[in-house]
């Protein structure tokens, strides 16, 4: 059974910056792609980026390439989502998800966290 566990949530001003951690049990991260999604309130859960199994390609949604970075950490069991340049519009509820193969659609994940809180403020 794999269990995924966020962190590192919180409030910040736009323009800051947070790194959420998923740490995976149960499994090495490594048989599994991993990616972040989020989810607005009144909205539904959209992606936001993912690593593949051998961490060899990165993907993002447009709407944070060149601001977010996901990297799988040197224990392989930890993964890294640093966020720089936050605006309000990222304001959600962040999950981290381990599927069997990369995707942009959350079906494709099989297992999920319970979500970590991150609020930009204006």
């Known amino acids: 059974q794999v269990q995924l566990a966020e962190s590192g949530g919180g409030l910040v001003q736009a323009g800051g910056s947070l790194r959420l951690t998923c740490v995976v049990s149960g499994r090495t991260s490594t048989w599994y792609a991993m990616g972040w999604f989020r989810q607005a309130p009144g909205k539904e859960r959209e992606f936001v980026a993912l690593?593949?199994?051998?961490?060899?390609?990165?993907e993002y949604t447009d709407a944070v390439q060149g601001r977010f970075t996901i990297s799988r950490g040197n224990d392989k069991n930890t993964i890294y989502l640093q966020m720089n340049s936050l605006k309000p519009e990222d304001t959600a509820v962040y999950y981290c998800?381990?599927?069997?193969?990369?995707?942009?659609?959350?079906?494709?994940?099989?297992?999920w966290g319970q979500g970590t809180q991150v609020t930009v403020s204006s």
């Open positions: 998800a381990a599927g069997s193969r990369s995707s942009y659609s959350s079906t494709a994940y099989a297992y």
């Open positions: 690593i593949s199994r051998g961490s060899s390609s990165t």
